[in-house]
C-alpha cells in the first residue's frame, strides 16, 4: 500500500515538474481566453444567443402563467425551458441551433489564423512543446463556452424563479444542470470541429464556411437525408407490412443518430422533459396498459447514456485528429 | 573576440520533401561570439537549416547539435537557448508591443517582475520605448522588424537566430538593424546565425559567411578568403575604362603580351589574361604610350559582387565554371 501511495506521489511531482519546465500550456490558456473574451465577435455572438434564449423564455413563461392551474402541474419549471409560446420557438431549441456557432466562432481560425498573421513560428520558437498550444486553445475555448453556457442556464433559471415563482425541486436543478453539462460537451465538440478545420484550411474564410456548412448539415439536411436513405433501402407503400414500416423507421433514426445535432437534441429533450420515456418508435401493444407518469433522473439518464458517450467519443475523436494533424503540421515561415 | 568552440554544429544534415531536396548534407560550424551569414538565393534551402537547427523540423538524416545538445532530441533544451526571428516576423495585431514581448517572456517562464523590466529594457535598445503601448497593427515593416530584434533580446538567449532579417526594410532601416546585430553580437557575446539573400548588406558585418545554393554548402569562410578560393585557377579578368575609347584601344589591348581575350561589357572593356598572369603593372605604362588615358581599373574576382554573381546566378553558370 505504502509502495503504491510513493510510486503515485513521485509521478504526481513528476508531471507537476513536466508543467512547470514547459509552462507554456498556462501562458497560451491565459492569452487565448483574454482574447476570446475580448473580441468581437464573441461580444456579437452572446449577445445573439442570450437575445433568442431570453426571448424564448420569456415568451414560455407568459404562456406557462396563462395556463396555469389548467394542466399538469409537474416540473413547471423545467417547463420554461421547452414550451414555445405563439411564434418563438423554446430555449432548448434556439441552444441546439446557435450553440454550433458558438464553438465554431471561437475556433475557427486558431490555427490558420496564427499561420496568416506569421505568428506561429515565433511561438513554437519558444521552449514550449508544441501541443501546448493546440490544448491552450482547446482548452481557453472551452472555459469560456462553460461560462457562457453556465451564465445563460443560470440567468435564465433566475428569471424564472421571479416571473413564475415556482421553486425548483432538487431533481429539477439536477436536470438543469445535466442539461448544461450535455450543452458544454455539444458546443466543445463544435469546437474542436473548428479547430481541425482551422488546421486543414490556410485560409480563415474557408475554415469558417466549412465549418457553417457542415453545422447546417447537420441542423437542416442530415434529417431529411437519413428519411431518404431509409426509405430508398426500405421503401414502405401503403400496405406495407408492419414489420417493414418499424424497420424503416428503426433505421431512418439510427442514420439521423449519425449527427450529433440528434444525439443532442433527443439528449435534452429526455433530460428537460421528464414524460418523455423512450426515443424509439412505440406500438400501440406496448402503450396498453402503461400508466402515464414521469421518469425518475437516473432512469433519463439511462435512455440517454449512449448519447452522453456518442457525444464525448465524437468530440474526443475530432479534436484527436485535429492533435494529429497539429502535431505533424509543417511549420514553414513561408 | 571570437572564441574558438564550436556552438552550433551540423553533421551530413539533409532535409527531403517528397522527391526535393531541400538540404543536401550540410557540414556547418559556427564558433561562439561569431556573426555567421548563411547567404543564398531564395529556396536555397536556409530557412529549412534554420528549422532544423530549432528542432521545428525534423532532419530526413543527419544531425544538428546546439551546445552539444541534438535539436531534434531535445527541441526544448535548445529554444530554451536559442532566440529565433523569423523571415517576415509577425505579432498580434490587436495587442500592444509591450503585451505582445510579455507573451514571450511569460512562454520563457521569466517571472513577472523581471519580464516588465526585461521588456523595458529591449523596447529602449531597439528605439521603440515610445511605442511600447500602441498596438502593434499602427507599426510599419522596418518597426516591427525591431521589434522581431527586441522579441529574440527579451529571451536573452546566448545564440541568435535570424532569416532575413533586413528584408523589405529601407536603406537606413537596415543600416539601424544591422547596427543593431553588431551590438548585440560584441556587447552582449552573442552567437549570431543570419541568413540572407542580399549579400551586399550583410557581407559588412559577417565575420564569417558560408554561400548555400540548391540545399548544398558551396563555401564557407571570411569574405575576403573565399574570393580566392571561388576564383582559385581561373585566369584573372581586368575591368577597365579609359580614354578615347575606340577600336585601337582594342587592338592596342589585344596586343599586349599575355591577354587572351578582350570584351566589352556595357560601360567597361573586360581583359582576360592568360593563366597565371597579371598584367596590371606593365598596363598602365602601356596605355599610356600608346596616348590613352587610364579611368578606371579594377581586378574581377575577389569582392563580393563577383562571388556572389559566380555562385548565384543561374544554373548554366556553374557548367561553364566547372568545365
Same mark, same amino acid.
Given at each position: 500500500m505504502?509502495? $503504491?501511495?510513493?510510486?503515485?506521489?513521485?509521478?504526481?511531482? $513528476?508531471?507537476?515538474?513536466?508543467? $512547470?519546465?514547459?509552462?507554456?500550456?498556462? !501562458?497560451?490558456?491565459?492569452?487565448?481566453?483574454?482574447?476570446?473574451?475580448?473580441?468581437?465577435?464573441?461580444?456579437?455572438?452572446v449577445?445573439?444567443v442570450?437575445?433568442?434564449g431570453?426571448?424564448?423564455?420569456?415568451?414560455?413563461?407568459?404562456?406557462?402563467?396563462?395556463?396555469?392551474?389548467?394542466?399538469?402541474?409537474?416540473?413547471?419549471?423545467?417547463?420554461?425551458?421547452?414550451?414555445?409560446?405563439?411564434?418563438?420557438?423554446?430555449?432548448?431549441?434556439?441552444?441546439?441551433? #446557435?450553440g454550433?456557432?458558438?464553438?465554431?466562432?471561437?475556433?475557427?481560425?486558431?490555427? *490558420?489564423?496564427?499561420?496568416?498573421?506569421?505568428?506561429?513560428?515565433?511561438?513554437?520558437?519558444?521552449?514550449?512543446?508544441?501541443?501546448?498550444v493546440? *490544448?491552450?486553445?482547446?482548452?481557453?475555448?472551452?472555459?469560456?463556452?462553460?461560462?457562457?453556457?453556465?451564465?445563460?442556464?443560470?440567468?435564465?433559471?433566475?428569471?424564472?424563479l421571479?416571473?413564475?415563482?415556482?421553486p425548483? !425541486?432538487?431533481?429539477?436543478?439536477?436536470?438543469?444542470?445535466?442539461?448544461?453539462?450535455?450543452?458544454?460537451?455539444?458546443?466543445?465538440f463544435?469546437?474542436?470541429?473548428?479547430?481541425?478545420?482551422?488546421? #486543414?484550411?490556410?485560409?480563415?474564410?474557408?475554415?469558417?464556411?466549412?465549418?457553417?456548412?457542415?453545422?447546417?448539415?447537420?441542423?437542416l439536411?442530415?434529417?431529411?437525408?437519413?428519411g431518404?436513405?431509409?426509405?430508398?433501402?426500405?421503401?414502405?407503400?401503403?400496405?406495407?407490412?408492419?414489420?417493414?414500416?418499424?424497420? *424503416?423507421?428503426?433505421?431512418?433514426?439510427n442514420?439521423?443518430?449519425?449527427?450529433?445535432?440528434?444525439?443532442?437534441?433527443?439528449?435534452?429533450?429526455?433530460?428537460? *422533459?421528464?414524460?418523455?420515456?423512450?426515443?424509439?418508435?412505440?406500438?400501440v401493444?406496448?402503450?396498453?396498459?402503461?400508466?402515464?407518469?414521469s421518469?425518475?433522473?437516473?432512469?433519463?439518464?439511462?435512455?440517454?447514456?449512449?448519447?452522453?458517450?456518442?457525444?464525448?467519443?465524437?468530440?474526443?475523436?475530432?479534436?484527436?485528429?485535429?492533435?494529429?494533424?497539429?502535431?505533424?503540421?509543417?511549420i514553414?515561415?513561408? | @573576440?571570437?572564441?574558438?568552440?564550436?556552438?552550433?554544429?551540423?553533421?551530413?544534415?539533409?532535409?527531403?520533401?517528397?522527391?526535393?531536396?531541400?538540404?543536401?548534407?550540410?557540414? +556547418?560550424?559556427?564558433?561562439?561570439g561569431?556573426?555567421?551569414?548563411?547567404?543564398?538565393?531564395?529556396?536555397?534551402?536556409?530557412?529549412?537549416?534554420?528549422? @532544423?537547427?530549432?528542432?521545428?523540423?525534423?532532419?530526413?538524416?543527419?544531425?544538428?547539435?546546439?551546445?552539444?545538445?541534438?535539436?531534434?532530441?531535445?527541441?526544448? &533544451?535548445?529554444?530554451?537557448?536559442?532566440?529565433?526571428?523569423?523571415?517576415?516576423?509577425?505579432?498580434?495585431?490587436?495587442?500592444?508591443?509591450?503585451?505582445?514581448?510579455?507573451?514571450?517572456?511569460?512562454?520563457?517562464?521569466?517571472?513577472?517582475?523581471?519580464?516588465?523590466?526585461?521588456?523595458?529594457?529591449?523596447?529602449?535598445q531597439?528605439?521603440?520605448?515610445?511605442y511600447?503601448?500602441?498596438?502593434?497593427?499602427?507599426?510599419?515593416?522596418?518597426?516591427?522588424?525591431?521589434?522581431?530584434?527586441?522579441?529574440? @533580446?527579451?529571451?536573452?538567449?546566448?545564440?541568435?537566430?535570424?532569416?532575413?532579417?533586413?528584408?523589405?526594410?529601407?536603406?537606413?532601416?537596415?543600416?539601424?538593424?544591422?547596427?543593431? =546585430?553588431?551590438?548585440?553580437?560584441?556587447?552582449?557575446?552573442?552567437?549570431?546565425?543570419?541568413?540572407?539573400?542580399?549579400?551586399?548588406?550583410?557581407?559588412?558585418?559577417?565575420?564569417?559567411?558560408?554561400?548555400?545554393?540548391?540545399?548544398?554548402? +558551396?563555401?564557407?569562410?571570411?569574405?575576403?578568403?573565399?574570393?580566392?578560393?571561388?576564383?582559385?585557377?581561373?585566369?584573372?579578368? =581586368? &575591368?577597365?575604362?579609359?580614354?578615347?575609347?575606340?577600336?585601337?584601344?582594342?587592338?592596342?589591348?589585344?596586343?599586349?603580351?599575355?591577354?587572351?581575350?578582350?570584351?566589352?561589357?556595357?560601360?567597361?572593356?573586360?581583359?582576360?589574361?592568360?593563366?597565371?598572369?597579371?598584367?596590371?603593372?606593365?598596363?598602365?605604362?602601356?596605355?599610356?604610350?600608346?596616348?590613352f588615358?587610364?579611368?578606371?581599373?579594377?581586378?574581377?574576382?575577389?569582392?563580393?559582387?563577383?562571388?556572389?554573381?559566380?555562385y548565384?546566378?543561374?544554373?548554366?553558370?556553374?557548367?561553364? @565554371?566547372?568545365?
Amino acid at each position: 500500500m505504502a509502495r $503504491w501511495q510513493a510510486k503515485l506521489k513521485d509521478w504526481l511531482d $513528476w508531471f507537476r515538474q513536466q508543467e $512547470w519546465f514547459s509552462g507554456g500550456l498556462k !501562458t497560451v490558456f491565459q492569452k487565448e481566453l483574454a482574447d476570446n473574451l475580448s473580441s468581437t465577435r464573441f461580444t456579437i455572438l452572446v449577445f445573439l444567443v442570450a437575445v433568442a434564449g431570453i426571448g424564448a423564455f420569456y415568451v414560455a413563461a407568459q404562456s406557462i402563467r396563462q395556463t396555469a392551474g389548467e394542466g399538469d402541474p409537474q416540473f413547471v419549471f423545467l417547463r420554461l425551458f421547452t414550451t414555445s409560446g405563439g411564434s418563438l420557438p423554446p430555449f432548448i431549441t434556439f441552444i441546439s441551433f #446557435l450553440g454550433p456557432l458558438l464553438g465554431l466562432a471561437l475556433g475557427f481560425d486558431a490555427i *490558420n489564423g496564427e499561420h496568416n498573421k506569421r505568428t506561429l513560428s515565433r511561438l513554437l520558437a519558444q521552449p514550449i512543446y508544441r501541443d501546448d498550444v493546440i *490544448n491552450g486553445k482547446f482548452l481557453a475555448g472551452l472555459v469560456v463556452l462553460a461560462l457562457v453556457i453556465m451564465a445563460l442556464g443560470l440567468l435564465v433559471a433566475g428569471l424564472g424563479l421571479l416571473l413564475i415563482g415556482v421553486p425548483p !425541486t432538487g431533481e429539477e436543478i439536477g436536470r438543469l444542470f445535466i442539461y448544461l453539462l450535455v450543452t458544454i460537451i455539444y458546443v466543445a465538440f463544435w469546437l474542436s470541429v473548428s479547430l481541425l478545420f482551422s488546421l #486543414l484550411f490556410r485560409q480563415t474564410a474557408t475554415s469558417a464556411l466549412a465549418g457553417i456548412a457542415v453545422w447546417l448539415f447537420f441542423a437542416l439536411f442530415a434529417g431529411m437525408l437519413a428519411g431518404l436513405i431509409a426509405d430508398g433501402l426500405l421503401p414502405v407503400s401503403e400496405d406495407a407490412a408492419p414489420a417493414r414500416v418499424l424497420h *424503416n423507421a428503426t433505421l431512418k433514426q439510427n442514420l439521423s443518430r449519425l449527427s450529433t445535432t440528434t444525439l443532442y437534441d433527443e439528449a435534452t429533450v429526455t433530460l428537460l *422533459n421528464p414524460g418523455v420515456r423512450t426515443l424509439g418508435p412505440v406500438l400501440v401493444e406496448q402503450l396498453e396498459g402503461a400508466i402515464p407518469g414521469s421518469l425518475p433522473l437516473d432512469q433519463s439518464l439511462l435512455l440517454i447514456w449512449p448519447h452522453l458517450v456518442g457525444l464525448i467519443a465524437a468530440t474526443m475523436l475530432i479534436f484527436a485528429l485535429a492533435y494529429y494533424f497539429f502535431m505533424r503540421q509543417e511549420i514553414r515561415a513561408g | @573576440m571570437a572564441g574558438q568552440e564550436a556552438v552550433i554544429v551540423t553533421r551530413n544534415l539533409t532535409k527531403h520533401y517528397g522527391s526535393i531536396t531541400a538540404v543536401q548534407d550540410l557540414n +556547418l560550424e559556427i564558433r561562439e561570439g561569431e556573426i555567421f551569414g548563411l547567404l543564398g538565393p531564395n529556396g536555397a534551402g536556409k530557412t529549412t537549416t534554420i528549422l @532544423m537547427l530549432l528542432g521545428l523540423t525534423e532532419p530526413t538524416s543527419g544531425q544538428a547539435l546546439v551546445k552539444g545538445l541534438d535539436a531534434t532530441r531535445h527541441p526544448l &533544451e535548445v529554444k530554451r537557448i536559442v532566440g529565433y526571428l523569423p523571415d517576415n516576423v509577425g505579432f498580434y495585431d490587436d495587442l500592444t508591443a509591450r503585451e505582445n514581448l510579455l507573451y514571450t517572456a511569460g512562454l520563457n517562464l521569466i517571472p513577472p517582475a523581471e519580464a516588465e523590466k526585461r521588456v523595458a529594457l529591449s523596447l529602449d535598445q531597439v528605439g521603440l520605448s515610445n511605442y511600447a503601448h500602441r498596438k502593434v497593427k499602427e507599426f510599419s515593416r522596418g518597426m516591427r522588424q525591431r521589434l522581431g530584434i527586441a522579441d529574440v @533580446m527579451v529571451k536573452d538567449p546566448a545564440i541568435i537566430i535570424l532569416d532575413e532579417p533586413t528584408l523589405g526594410i529601407d536603406p537606413e532601416g537596415v543600416r539601424e538593424m544591422l547596427a543593431l =546585430i553588431v551590438r548585440l553580437a560584441r556587447e552582449g557575446g552573442k552567437t549570431v546565425l543570419l541568413s540572407s539573400h542580399l549579400l551586399h548588406q550583410v557581407q559588412q558585418i559577417c565575420d564569417r559567411v558560408g554561400i548555400f545554393v540548391g540545399g548544398r554548402l +558551396l563555401a564557407a569562410g571570411p569574405v575576403a578568403l573565399l574570393g580566392h578560393q571561388v576564383m582559385a585557377g581561373k585566369p584573372l579578368e =581586368i &575591368e577597365l575604362q579609359a580614354e578615347p575609347d575606340n577600336d585601337n584601344l582594342f587592338s592596342a589591348l589585344r596586343s599586349l603580351q599575355g591577354v587572351t581575350a578582350v570584351e566589352r561589357h556595357g560601360a567597361f572593356i573586360r581583359v582576360r589574361c592568360a593563366a597565371g598572369r597579371d598584367i596590371r603593372p606593365e598596363l598602365t605604362p602601356y596605355l599610356a604610350g600608346k596616348g590613352f588615358t587610364l579611368l578606371y581599373l579594377r581586378a574581377r574576382g575577389y569582392d563580393l559582387d563577383d562571388i556572389y554573381r559566380e555562385y548565384f546566378q543561374g544554373e548554366g553558370y556553374h557548367g561553364t @565554371m566547372a568545365g
